[in-house]
């Protein structure tokens, strides 16, 4: 049901497809709600096992999220999403919306989205995010390869600073 992947220091929740994010709290709101409904002995447990893991905080997951280039490999477990990435240099802006993407490029570099006809300014990609809680999806690129028995790429903690 659960599984800690020490490469990403996260816990996915297999059957949600999402990241248990860090914290008592958090945690605890994951488990006692749909479609865990995990109370009493079995929460306390569960807890248990999850604080015996060495997790990245809300803060590091964002800091250190992989980038656009990196060539990180999809999180296997963790739900993925055909989305887009801008390709303007220095950018990491993602979204699954390429309404979206057209109104960001305006937006934030004052390109108006017919120009991607003459020159792309976003292209398709896979995503990945460790929280789908809004206000808290934070997306980024995967290639489509997965950590799971792959020998090349590079994984999510090799793409990033350490923490």
Known sequence: MFSYEAAHRIIICELCQSVI???????????????????????????????????????????N???????????????????????????????????????HVWQAHKIKAKDHKVQPLWKGCKLQTYSTA???IDYFVVTEESDAGSTGGR?????????
């Not at 990435?85 to 802006?93: E, I, K, N, V, Y």
């Not at 994984?155 to 923490?163: E, I, Q, W």
């Open 21 to 63: 994010l860090p914290g008592l709290t958090s945690q605890q709101w994951h488990l006692r709600n749909e479609p865990h409904r995990l109370l009493g002995d079995a929460l306390a447990a569960t807890i248990r096992l999850f604080e015996g893991y060495e997790l990245c905080t809300v803060e590091q997951l964002r800091l």
């Open 65 to 103: 999220k992989p980038g656009r280039d990196d060539g990180c490999r999809l999180i296997e477990r963790l739900q993925s999403f055909d989305g887009f990435c801008c390709l303007h240099a220095g950018c990491s802006h993602c979204t699954v919306s390429e309404k979206y993407m057209k109104e």
């Open 134 to 136: 809004k206000g808290r």
């Open 155 to 163: 994984t999510r903690a090799s793409c990033n600073a350490d923490f």
